[in-house]
Every structure is written in structure tokens, then in C-alpha cells.
């Protein structure tokens, strides 16, 4: 009986098997997302218009892995806001494109709001909107969908100069009920 030589593919697919194991899960669920971890949940603190005079009320809260909105947004005495955010403990990498988040709420319209080396003053930031839905959705936001809040601020943020996140409910007498989870960069 002839024997046959060993070939070079069984050992090659299993060489592919055990490099794809090593990777780790997310790499092989969302190739797109940057090596950064976003601060946990209970980093996040809430603010709201009261410190300026306004008289919006909620509060944000950790559920898990996400953090959560909730309160009463009121436009009275030149408030109209509730938020909840996080500084980084860490620079993103300059070349990040956005932010993915994942996200839940009542059918409103949020933003996510950015402060950078660049917004100085309390009422300076950079601004996204979002809408959310009853169920989960992931959404990529871009660097160059938020805008800034006033003139004094460049056009675009730049990722390098990032140093706080925050998941806002916004601008209009509403009702706020937002959980949501910030994944990560891309």
C-alpha cells in the first residue's frame, strides 16, 4: 500500500481555526470597532438646568451595562435640559472616526453632546441627535455630524480633543426616557 504525503491544507484550516479562536469575541463581531473602553456605567453623573435656574427635574441611574435617563424637561426660566455624561480617562486616538452606541427609549428625539480641550465655557459643547425606539438599536455617529453650539467653537471636534461624553435630553417640554450604552469608537 502507497502512502500518500501529508498535504498542506488540514494543516493550514487548522492553524486559521485556533488564530480566529484567539481573537477576541468583539473583534470577530464588529471588525469596525476601535480597541477603547468607554467608562464604565456608574462613571456617569447626571446634570440638569438647575444649575443655571431652570427647573427641569430627572435623574440617571445604571441598569446593568447601560445607564439611564429619565425626568421631566422644561424650557420655564430659560432651562430645557437633563443629561447624563462621563469624562474620559483617556484621549481617543486621533484618528476615531465616532462614537457607537447602543440605544432605547420612548419614540424622542436625544443627543449626544462632546466637550473638547476647546469648550471652555459651561455652555460650550458639541452636539448629534439621535431617535430612539422601543427597542435596542446600535447606531455609528460620526465625528462630523456634531455640530457646535455657538460660533466661538470649531466646526468639527476633533477626536484627540474629546474629554467628555453625554447623552442629553434636549431643547423642548418633554418627557425624557432614555437607556443607553456607549459601546465604543470606530
Sequence with gaps: MKQ???????????FLIVVLLALPSESRANPEKRDYTPPPPAS????????MGGVSEGSARVEGD???LTGEVSTRNRGGFIQTRTDLAR????????????????GERY???????????????YQAGFETTRDWRTLRVPFSEFQPSGRMLRGTPRAETVRSV?????????LADLAAEWIGIY
Design 111 to 125: 443627543f449626544l453632546h462632546l466637550r473638547t480641550t476647546g469648550t471652555i465655557l459651561p455652555w460650550q459643547y
Design 66 to 68: 447601560h445607564v439611564r
Design 44 to 51: 456617569w453623573e447626571y446634570l440638569s438646568d438647575r444649575v
Design 166 to 174: 453625554g447623552f442629553v435630553a434636549f431643547g423642548r417640554d418633554h
Design 4 to 14: 500518500r504525503p501529508p498535504t498542506l491544507v488540514p494543516f493550514l484550516c487548522g
Design 91 to 106: 484621549p481617543f486616538p486621533d484618528d476615531a472616526k465616532g462614537l457607537i452606541i447602543r440605544v432605547r427609549g420612548n
